[in-house]
């Protein structure tokens, strides 16, 4: 199942597969066409274990919790300041 977000103004596919393999795992993919605080590239792949992501009501809020935590790190806020930022260099 693919799902459609606009996070922080950055379109991001999730793709999401529930027991991964018949595993106890859910495969879930983010797909954006720039940088993301979990990617450098904006293509990530994560598995979760069935118990964990239990605790959250769908994949869509289990990838926004999961980018604006990762939004917190000191890398993606020195990535956003410079990105305001011109730059003679």
Do not use: C
Not at 33 to 52: A, C, M, W
């Amino acid at each position: 199942m693919t799902h459609a977000i606009v996070w922080e103004g950055i379109a991001v596919s999730i793709s999401h597969t529930r027991n991964w393999l018949n595993s106890e795992f859910h495969h879930i993919e983010l797909r954006a066409n720039q940088k993301l605080p979990v990617t450098e590239t904006g293509y990530r792949s994560h598995f979760i274990h069935q118990d964990e992501f239990a605790l959250f009501e769908d994949v869509v809020a289990f990838a926004e919790q999961w980018l604006d935590a990762s939004a917190t790190s000191k890398d993606w806020i020195k990535f956003k300041e410079e990105s305001r930022q011109l730059s003679l260099f």
